[in-house]
């Protein structure tokens, strides 16, 4: 009996060697860090370089420090724009009467077809001897700008948008 209680206390205490030497590490393969050891809050952020980039927020100020909405429709028009062109008008008034307008007069223009009308917008989509184009009814510092604008946002000058201002010129005393 004494022979197989032998092996048996050496397995046991090798089993226990290990578990203690298991549970309680070995200083070879432990480094210590004082950085790890503060609170998550006091440790310093690490930004990676790629996100250290330069203050860029003025990047995308518009000139003239306003900051309007666009879809108030009350941007200034185009410089030359405002004392008349062939793709535009002004009339003194208030936008939303003189859109009212606009809208009657269109409706009274033969072969005028209004796809959509956005009043929040000024713009009114129309379809006039063929081409499609907006009316827009927008405000600035003289009164109220009356234009014709392609889909591409440009003005539109072609043989259409043109007539068709010019009847809205004579309609509204522009």
Known sequence: ????????????????????????GCSWFRKKNDLYAASPESRPLEVPP????????????LPGGD???????????PAAAPTGSAN???????RDAIFAKVGDALAATTGVTIASKAQILGTYDVDYEGSKFLVRVTKVDAGVYVSAVDPRGLPATTEAPTKLIAALKAALGG
């Open 88 to 94: 535009g008008f002004t009339v003194p008034g208030e």
């Open 1 to 24: 009996m004494r022979l197989s209680a032998f092996p048996l206390r050496t397995v046991v205490v090798a089993l226990v060697a290990a578990a203690v030497l298991g549970t309680s």
């Open 50 to 61: 790629d996100l250290n980039l330069p203050d860029s927020s003025g990047a995308m100020k």
């Open 67 to 77: 900051a309007q909405s666009v879809s108030r429709s009350s941007l200034p028009a």
